[in-house]
């Protein structure tokens, strides 16, 4: 189609103005058009749970301290990147991907 199929957003907050858009276009959400976001919450706007990955903020604020503190006691000393894996949640927002 010469539209987008898929929305990712930063929050449901941001991501629920393309579904109402949708609605209004007569797309169904997620047949004609997928949405994901990014949360730490559940959200489940116009009754479908939007599908999201959960942010682990408190663990990324354990990091940042972390981080911080190492970086204070040991100046210049370059530090490895980490990760922190976000928690997938299957909602009813987002359709299969064709191969």
């Known amino acids: 189609p010469d539209r987008p199929t898929a929305v990712i957003g930063y929050s449901a907050w941001s ?3 393309f579904w109402h858009a949708a609605l209004r276009l007569g ?3 997620p047949a004609d058009l997928s949405l994901l976001t990014f ?3 559940r959200h489940d706007a116009l009754g479908q749970e939007l599908t ?3 942010v682990p903020e ?3 604020g354990q990091a ?3 981080r911080l503190l190492t970086l204070l006691a040991a100046p210049g000393v370059a530090q490895p990147p980490s ?3 976000f928690t997938w949640v299957p909602g009813e927002t987002v359709a299969g991907v064709n191969g």
């Open 27 to 29: 797309l169904r959400v």
């Open 58 to 60: 408190a663990e990324m």
């Open 15 to 17: 991501t629920c103005p």
């Open 39 to 41: 949360e730490n919450w």
């Open 64 to 66: 940042a301290v972390s």
């Open 83 to 85: 990760v922190l894996p």
């Open 52 to 54: 999201q990955y959960l």
